[in-house]
């Protein structure tokens, strides 16, 4: 299962989580690659890639990013207005496929739950229907 975790304009968190996992023992094995895109001096790190190959692995990353993000906490649930996004608020966005969710509220019981269901997805798009 390969999810991404949108950067929401907050480079620095994504960086941060990409540390984060790599030095968490349960994680440091997930392959983990940065995605990037156009800026104006140089390349914008967008987003980065996380495969979850076994049903650990999800435990596991949703337990070091919930407690990334608690580490991270600004005392904003939401991300932010128009203005754009303030220090903090960065790496809540996840997407697997056509699945968009903000994910920086979630417990790591709710968010592993989310993982678990996005998964069953696509294993029921590999199996077809009734399989």
């Known amino acids: 299962m390969r999810i991404r975790i949108m950067s929401d304009g907050d480079e620095a968190a994504l960086t941060e989580l990409q540390t984060w996992l790599a030095d968490t023992p349960g994680t440091a094995d997930l392959p983990v690659e940065q995605v990037t895109g156009d800026g104006t001096t140089m390349s914008v790190l967008e987003a980065v890639d996380i495969v979850l190959g076994h049903f650990t692995d999800i435990g596991a990353f949703a337990l070091a990013y919930a407690t990334w993000r608690s580490t991270r ?13 303030t220090e903090g608020d960065g790496a809540r966005t996840l997407t697997h496929g056509a699945t968009t969710v903000d994910i920086g509220h979630l417990t790591p019981d709710e968010l592993s739950a989310l993982l678990h269901r996005l998964n069953g997805g696509d294993q029921q798009e590999q199996d077809g229907p009734g399989a």
């Open 73 to 85: 906490n600004t005392g904003s649930d939401t991300v932010s207005g128009a203005g754009g996004p």
